[in-house]
C-alpha cells in the first residue's frame, strides 16, 4: 500500500480516536479501567516513524487530550512526547518487532504514561487512580494488539 | 581544537516539542488564572466537542440496547412493583376520600342543631336492610334509653327501639313497623303520623284538611317523651285524599338516608 494513503488512514483513524475520548468517556470503555485510544495509536505510530515526528505526534495527542479533557496540558504533552521519542528510538534500533512485541512495547510506553502523569500532577485518590491505570494498560495492550494490525498492514514497517 | 558536535534533526525537533508543550501549559495556566480558557483549548473543543457528543448515541445505542436486554427481568420485576404501588395507591386514595366523607359529614353533624337535648355520638355499626334497623355503639351506659330520636344527616333517621348496656338498637324511619309523630312545618298546621312504606318513601297520615304542597317539610311534632319537636323527617312529594277511608295522605322522601352516613347521634 501506499505509505501516504497509510499517513492520511492513520491521521482519520487518529481524530476518530480524539473523537471516541468525547463520545465514549473513558470508563465507559471497559469496566474498571479508562482506555486511551489516542494515546496507544500515538505511540504506535511512534514506532513506524522517525523520533522527531514522533515527538511532535505525542505534542499533538497532548494538545488534543489537554484540550478535551481540561487536564494539566504541559504534563500530558511532556509524558507524550518523551514517550513518543524514546518509543521511536527503540523501535529504530530493532527493526523486526512482530506484532505482539510491538502491541507490548505500546502497552507498557502507555503504562509509563500514565505512571509519568501520576508522578506529575498527583491526584487526589491515588491508590483508585493506581488501580485504574493498571487495569487500562491491560485495555490498552489489547487495543494497541488491534491497531497494529491495521498500521501494519498500512505502513508495512517503518516508512522514513 | 575542540570540534563542535551538532545536535541530529530528531533532537532538534524533540527539544522544539518539549518547549512547546511547556509553552502551552504555560499559557493553559496563565488563561485558568483570568478564569478563561486558552484559545489552543478552545480550538479543540470546537472542534471535537460537537462531533464526539453528536457520536455518543451511536456509540451508547447498542450498549444501552444490549445492556436493556440483560436486565429485562429486572424491569418486568420493577414493572411488577409500579403496579402493585399504583393499585395500592388507588386503594389508599379511595380510603382517603372515604375518611374525608366520613370527616365531612361528622362535622356537619357536629355543627348541626341540637333540637334543646344532648347529642350523643354513635357509630352505626350494622345496618340491616331487611329489617330496617340500625345498631348504635352507645348504650344504657351513655344514657340512652327505648324511644330517643337518632339524627343524621340533618333530618331524623330513627328511633331507639332496644338499649344493652354499651350498644343500641334503633328502627329505621322507613320501616313499615315504625311511626312517629310529624307535623307540617308552617302554617296552616297538620299534625298526624309519620311510617314507613318502602326505604325511600315514608307516608304522612294527618286529618286537618289542609292542602299540602310539594317540597313542604315535615318535622316531628313533638308529642312525645323523648323525640324533640323540629327535627325534619323528609319532604313532600305529593299528597291526596283517600275518599274511602276519609284519611288524608302525603308521601314524603325521607331526609336522612342510612346508606349516606357512618355516623349517627343519639337526642338524649
Known amino acids: 500500500m501506499n505509505p501516504n494513503i497509510g499517513w492520511v488512514l492513520h491521521g482519520i483513524m487518529w481524530f476518530l480516536a480524539g473523537l ?17 485510544p489516542l494515546l496507544v495509536l500515538t505511540l504506535l505510530i511512534a ?4 523520533p522527531g515526528q514522533a515527538a511532535l505526534w505525542g505534542l499533538a495527542s497532548g494538545v488534543i487530550a489537554g484540550g478535551i479533557s481540561g487536564g494539566d496540558m504541559a504534563g500530558l504533552c511532556l509524558s507524550r512526547i518523551v514517550l513518543a521519542f524514546a518509543l521511536s528510538m527503540l523501535a529504530q534500533r530493532d527493526t523486526a518487532l512482530n506484532k505482539v512485541q510491538r502491541s507490548l512495547l505500546v502497552g507498557t510506553a502507555a503504562l509509563l504514561a500514565s505512571i509519568l502523569l501520576i508522578l506529575v500532577s498527583p491526584p487526589a485518590e491515588l491508590g483508585r487512580v493506581f488501580q485504574a491505570t493498571l ?3 491491560l485495555i490498552n495492550v489489547a487495543l494497541a494488539f488491534g491497531f497494529t494490525h491495521i498500521l501494519q498492514y498500512w505502513f508495512v514497517r517503518r516508512v522514513f | 581544537m575542540k570540534k563542535r558536535r551538532r545536535l541530529s534533526p530528531d533532537t532538534v525537533w524533540l527539544i522544539l516539542a518539549l518547549v512547546m508543550g511547556l509553552a502551552l501549559g504555560r499559557m493553559q495556566t496563565v488563561a485558568r488564572g483570568n478564569q478563561s480558557v486558552d484559545p489552543l483549548t478552545r480550538t479543540v473543543r470546537t472542534v471535537y466537542l460537537p462531533l464526539g457528543t453528536g457520536l455518543r448515541p451511536m456509540i451508547e445505542g447498542p ?5 436493556g436486554i440483560g436486565s429485562a427481568g429486572a424491569v418486568a420485576q420493577q414493572r411488577q412493583t409500579i403496579a402493585q404501588l399504583k393499585s395500592a395507591m388507588e386503594l389508599y386514595a379511595a380510603e382517603a376520600a372515604e375518611w374525608q366523607r366520613s370527616y365531612e359529614s361528622l362535622a356537619k353533624q357536629q355543627q348541626g342543631p341540637n333540637y334543646g337535648r344532648i347529642r350523643v355520638p ?3 355499626l350494622l345496618y340491616s336492610p331487611y329489617r330496617a334497623t340500625i345498631t348504635l355503639s352507645k348504650g344504657r351506659e351513655h344514657g340512652v334509653v327505648v324511644g330517643q330520636g337518632v339524627v343524621a344527616d340533618g333530618g331524623l333517621l330513627a328511633v331507639v327501639t332496644q338499649v344493652d348496656a354499651v350498644r343500641c338498637q334503633a328502627a329505621l324511619i322507613t320501616s313499615n313497623s315504625q311511626a312517629v309523630g310529624a307535623a307540617l312545618r308552617g302554617e296552616p298546621p297538620a299534625v298526624g303520623l309519620v311510617r314507613g312504606e318502602s326505604s325511600q318513601r315514608l307516608i304522612f297520615e294527618y286529618t286537618q284538611p289542609v292542602a299540602i304542597k310539594p317540597g313542604s317539610v315535615i318535622v316531628t311534632s313533638g308529642f312525645s317523651e323523648h323525640i324533640p ?3 325534619p323527617i323528609g319532604f313532600v312529594t305529593e299528597s291526596n285524599k283517600d275518599r274511602d277511608f276519609g284519611s288524608l295522605r302525603a308521601f314524603l322522601v325521607p331526609r336522612a338516608k342510612v346508606d349516606r352516613v357512618r355516623e349517627a347521634w343519639i337526642l338524649k
Open chain 1, 20 to 36: 471516541l475520548m468525547v463520545a465514549w468517556p473513558g470508563g465507559a470503555m471497559l469496566p474498571g479501567g479508562l482506555a486511551d
Open chain 1, 47 to 50: 514506532t513506524f516513524c522517525r
Open chain 1, 135 to 137: 487495569l487500562a494498560a
Open chain 2, 63 to 67: 450498549g444501552m440496547f444490549f445492556s
Open chain 2, 122 to 124: 354513635a357509630q352505626i
Open chain 2, 229 to 231: 319537636p323540629g327535627v
